[in-house]
T-cell receptor, first 116, second 109 residues
Framework: GAVVSQHPSRVICKSGTSVKIECRSL??????MFWYRQFPKQSLMLMAT?????????EQGVEKDKFLINHASLTLSTLTVTSAHPEDSSFYIC????????????FGPGTRLTVT | GQNIDQPTEMTATEGAIVQINCTYQ??????LFWYQQHAGEAPTFLSY????GLEEKGRFSSFLSRSKGYSYLLLKELQMKDSASYLC??????????FGKGTKLSVIP
């Protein structure tokens, strides 16, 4: 149980375009979903926390107008990177929690974004 | 603020024992996690400590000392498949999970 999927697993896009990444909890309802970013040889950095049906809470330094998060249902959250630039190239990982705290997080397989 | 330190890289021999240390300074503490992450993959949960002491789970054990802000992950009977990055993560006072940069472990024959 507790499986989280992400789609796509890899994406290459041109600078200036937008990319949408989906995160789904397959066998449980995710009250809370988290989006992380990981640059090479760096730690996972929390970008934002989203609760179903409400606006996401962004971490300091993360532009909410650039990284649009939608948590429209209890099994799906999407991250849209708008007007992507090469410096946005990174490994994006989502996690989902059946509760409202961070104790129990199940991670998705990640999405490798490359912006050319 | 949150600060989590762990060694960048370690090498150990197949069949041996290795200890990966983690020190932390956080505002508030609600537990410490260890995750395993293979290259290009998402982290997978290994252990969770919230009280002082040693938690053993098969070949892996995790220790916590809250007064010292210190934890370690102990891996016994190392196997080649244990080559991965090991991430220490602390659940702070605001219940936000903060990750260390990870320790890349290489297991050699």
């Amino acid at each position: 149980g507790a499986v989280v999927s992400q789609h796509p697993s890899r994406v290459i896009c041109k600078s200036g375009t937008s990319v949408k990444i989906e995160c789904r909890s397959l066998d449980f309802q995710a009250t809370t979903m988290f989006w992380y970013r990981q640059f090479p040889k760096q730690s996972l950095m929390l970008m934002a926390t989203s609760n179903e049906g409400s606006k996401a809470t962004y971490e300091q330094g993360v532009e909410k107008d650039k990284f649009l998060i939608n948590h429209a249902s209890l099994t799906l959250s999407t991250l849209t990177v708008t007007s992507a630039h090469p410096e946005d190239s990174s490994f994006y990982i989502c996690s989902a929690s059946p509760g409202t705290n961070h104790y129990e997080q199940y991670f998705g397989p990640g999405t490798r974004l490359t912006v050319t | 603020g949150q600060n989590i330190d762990q060694p960048t890289e370690m090498t150990a021999t197949e069949g041996a024992i290795v200890q990966i240390n983690c020190t932390y300074q956080t505002s508030g503490f609600n537990g410490l996690f260890w995750y395993q992450q293979h290259a290009g993959e998402a982290p997978t949960f290994l252990s969770y400590n919230v009280l002082d002491g040693l938690e053993e789970k098969g070949r892996f054990s995790s220790f916590l000392s809250r007064s010292k802000g210190y934890s370690y992950l102990l891996l016994k009977e190392l196997q080649m498949k244990d080559s991965a990055s090991y991430l220490c993560a602390v659940l702070g006072g605001s219940y936000q999970l903060t990750f260390g940069k990870g320790t890349k472990l290489s297991v050699i024959p």
